[in-house]
């Protein structure tokens, strides 16, 4: 199959055409767009477009007898090029799991059926559950809809392939008293700051990793969640990708700052710089400017964070709920306090409030039995 990324070269950018020679071979080609790189992404993007499908057309009779389970590998390192590090590596993981079915079976693209798709879902009920089913089956949809686009299959199996019943996940929380609980025995622990800014703001673990003291504004007393650092699983080597791309553009919030966390923020940033002075040249510069790093400057890895929460939480004694239901604490409480789904949703920095819905129907349905004993009682008093 043919497939295409834009390179910068010289200051200018490059479509490079990757096809099939004709001889089971892959031939990599580079075509100066013409075009610089300060101000002209879109053309260079249409002028990527229109040689793909040009090297398309001459070469789909090579394609046409490729293996399906090939095709998938293609599409994947050609859209390695358009997605973050820790989608790709949630992609590769997903195919991984996908290919060998249809590489045992030797089902070619043009010759994929629903029927084929339906199959392997059946397949794989048996050992997953639905919901990570539909992650699977999502990847192999979106792979075939880029098999029309280049003119490969005019219609796409997968969608007539019937969806399994989704899952729902209810996420557990701590109660008010729980975290109050938390909050003492977290004093001085090496992952004391990252879980101060996923209980008080139910920031996700990638932007508690992200949040930098630049986004600090000490005058007006705010905190700017713009950035993020996620553990990436490439090959078995885990490596940190930081970008500034958040997962939705409703996740770029400014969240305020009271007297209590100025205060804890101050005493360590002092902490902080002491650390810089005492350690002198063992200290890590690094991710100097990061909030959450350890006395010697290293980050505290995200994954750290995760197992160390667990650790802290079996040593003291404290029921067992994952990181991130801490996000899930955060969004209960508020609920309690008697904000709306709504001042959550923008809190949490969710896209839209029907995800803010979904997850927090269940408090909502208990909120709303204490207002039918208030009427109840108002009536009967």
């Known amino acids: 199959?043919?497939?295409?990324?834009?390179?910068?070269?010289?200051?200018?950018?490059?479509?490079?055409?990757?096809?099939?020679?004709?001889?089971?071979?892959?031939?990599?080609k580079w075509i100066n767009t013409g075009y610089t790189v300060v101000g002209n992404k879109k053309k260079a993007d249409q002028f990527l477009k229109q040689k793909i499908e040009e090297y398309s057309s001459v070469q789909q009779v090579n394609d046409t007898r490729i293996l399906f389970c090939d095709f998938l590998i293609d599409w994947l390192e050609m859209h390695k090029v358009q997605v973050e590090a820790i989608t790709y590596a949630g992609y590769k993981r997903l195919l991984l799991q996908i290919q060998p079915y249809f590489k045992q079976r030797k089902i070619f693209l043009l010759d994929l059926t629903t029927k084929h798709i339906q199959d392997y879902c059946t397949y794989k009920l048996k050992t997953i559950s639905p919901n990570t089913v539909l992650k699977h089956l999502t990847l192999i949809k979106t792979a075939l809809k880029y098999a029309q686009k280049i003119r490969i299959l005019k219609e796409n199996p997968a969608d007539w392939v019937e969806r399994p019943?989704?899952?729902?996940?209810?996420?557990?929380y701590y109660n008010k008293d729980e975290i109050t609980a938390l909050?003492?025995?977290i004093k001085g622990s090496p992952i004391e700051t990252p879980l101060m800014f996923a209980i008080y703001f139910g920031l996700r673990r990638s932007e508690i990793a992200g949040t930098k003291w630049s986004s600090i504004d000490w005058v007006n007393r705010t905190l700017t969640i713009s950035h993020k650092i996620v553990p990436v699983n490439d090959n078995g080597?885990?490596?940190?990708?930081?970008?500034?791309?958040?997962k939705t553009?409703?996740?770029?919030?400014?969240?305020p700052l009271d007297d209590t966390f100025i205060a804890f923020l101050k005493k360590l940033k002092a902490q902080q710089d002491e650390n810089k002075t005492y350690f002198g040249n063992?200290?890590?510069?690094?991710?100097?400017?990061?909030?959450?790093?350890?006395?010697?400057?290293?980050?505290?890895?995200?994954?750290?964070?995760?197992?160390?929460f667990r650790k802290l939480l079996v040593k003291n004694g404290m029921r067992l709920i994952r990181l991130h239901d801490l996000r899930h604490s955060c969004a209960t409480l508020l609920l309690s306090l008697g904000y709306s789904l709504k001042d959550i949703q923008v809190w949490l920095g969710h896209g839209d409030i029907g995800t803010t819905m979904n997850i927090y129907a269940h408090v909502e349905s208990s909120a709303k039995k204490a207002m039918i004993n208030g009427i109840t009682n108002a009536l009967n008093g």
């Open 1 to 28: 199959m043919t497939t295409g990324s834009l390179q910068k070269k010289s200051g200018k950018y490059y479509a490079v055409i990757c096809f099939n020679s004709g001889e089971g071979k892959q031939t990599q």
């Open 249 to 255: 553009k409703s996740s770029y919030r400014t969240m």
């Open 237 to 246: 080597k885990y490596r940190l990708d930081a970008s500034d791309r958040l």
């Open 165 to 172: 019943k989704k899952q729902k996940f209810i996420g557990d």
């Open 183 to 185: 909050l003492s025995v």
């Open 282 to 308: 063992s200290y890590n510069y690094e991710y100097d400017g990061y909030i959450c790093i350890n006395d010697v400057g290293q980050l505290i890895n995200p994954n750290y964070i995760t197992a160390a």
